[in-house]
């Protein structure tokens, strides 16, 4: 059995402490937490399950990671503390542990990622011989290994294009939703997550890694992008009122040109409320889906909706993204220290897991 830490209690944190429990080959051995609210509460609260797993919180970063765990599952947010993630995730591998993550955007693509990023996690390999594994949804699994084993279906291949269609009231970041992506905020005001060249910062590594497992060469990476204001006022259950006039809805596209053409795109039409922007694509049921399309001969098209938490698309997504890292953490400690992106590590059947609890 692999000791396993999970660093972090939020949406990702609760999915990998479920996750964890009902891996065959991996124990939990330690929840690290931020909030001294949550310190000495049991895992199983903290994950949501109905029965307690014998391991309490901990804010002790450094008894943790003394222990020697063989992996550690970093599920604290990077989006706005990417210095501190990569300084903690860092940490985590010199104490050997193997480390998966969906923190740092710039290291999905390991091989083109900036050396702020790269060479400290090198480093930190060389140092203590632990491995980086850095995944998620979307960026993540929904635009790499989905679209690429799909596009093996077709005869021919004209383009790929990858979608993540979603509700964003269905999220529970209202920071996130109202800061980054700027819902709710004036049409004038430009947030970071839209900002120029950072869709590219974030999904362009995975317009990369797609080109790279395809054998087509990039002529360019661009962007497009629209955004729409809310006609009238809605209420959201977790995130109170958007005030009409306010932003409602975004659609981008990270576009991957190949010899002229936007030959691998990645695009995302993002709602507050299902009457902004109707025109544009929709999930099949309203709250949210991912998607692929291949065009081509034949014409493929895959819908994939997930839920969990009562129903709730959002932590469907956080689910799967943590089923991709956890579900890898095995193969990883197989493999030789390294930091390792989506083409090298398979996504594997659920051996062992089928009708587990």
Same mark, same amino acid.
């Given at each position: ?15 990998? $402490? ?44 450094? @008894? ?12 604290? =947010?990077?989006? $706005? ?20 993550? %969906? ?10 990622? %900036? ?15 632990? =491995? ?68 590219? *910062? ?7 890694? *797609? ?13 497009? *992008? ?43 039409? #993002?709602? $507050?409320? @299902? ?18 399309? $291949? ?11 997930? #839920? ?50």
């Amino acid at each position: 059995m692999i000791s396993t830490v999970v660093w972090g209690t939020g949406n990702v944190g609760r999915a990998a $402490i479920r996750a964890v429990e009902a891996h065959p080959a991996l124990k939990l051995a330690a929840v690290l937490v931020h909030n001294s609210d949550k310190v000495g509460r049991d895992a199983g609260e903290l994950g949501g399950l109905d029965h307690h797993l014998g391991v309490t919180a901990t804010d002790d970063i450094d @008894a943790v990671l003394a222990a020697g765990p063989g992996a550690v599952v970093y599920a604290a =947010s990077g989006d $706005i503390r990417p210095d501190d993630a990569l300084a903690d995730i860092c940490g985590a591998i010199r104490s050997g542990a193997v480390v998966v993550t %969906p923190a740092l955007y710039p290291l999905y693509d390991q091989r083109n990622a %900036p050396p702020e990023f790269r060479d400290p996690v090198l480093a930190a390999i060389a140092d203590g011989g632990g =491995s980086l594994f850095v995944s998620g949804v979307d960026p993540g699994w929904g635009n790499d290994v989905l679209p690429l084993l799909i596009s093996g279906l077709g005869t021919t291949v004209d383009a790929i294009r990858c979608q993540e269609i979603f509700d964003y009231s269905t999220y529970e970041q209202e920071e996130s939703v109202r800061c980054l992506v700027g819902m709710g905020q004036p049409m004038d005001f430009e947030p970071l997550m839209l900002a120029p060249s950072i869709p590219t *910062m974030v999904w362009g590594g995975q317009i990369r890694l *797609m080109a790279r497992a395809l054998g087509v060469e990039l002529d360019d990476i661009r962007e497009t *992008m629209d955004r729409r204001a809310l006609e009238s006022t809605v209420s959201t259950r977790t995130m109170g009122e958007f005030a009409a006039g306010t932003q409602g809805a975004v659609r981008f596209e990270v576009q991957g040109i190949v010899e002229g053409e936007p030959r691998i795109v990645i695009e995302h039409v #993002t709602r $507050i409320h @299902a009457s902004c922007a109707p025109d544009w694509p929709t999930p099949p049921d309203g709250d949210g889906a991912h998607r692929v399309i $291949i065009e081509g001969r034949p014409r493929i098209e895959v819908t994939i909706e997930s #839920t969990d938490e009562g129903e709730n698309r959002s932590a469907g997504g956080n689910a799967t993204a943590v089923g991709r890292l956890v579900g890898a953490v095995d193969w990883l400690v197989d493999a030789e220290p390294g930091l390792y992106d989506a083409l090298d590590v398979p996504l594997r059947p659920a051996v062992g897991r089928l009708g587990r609890k």
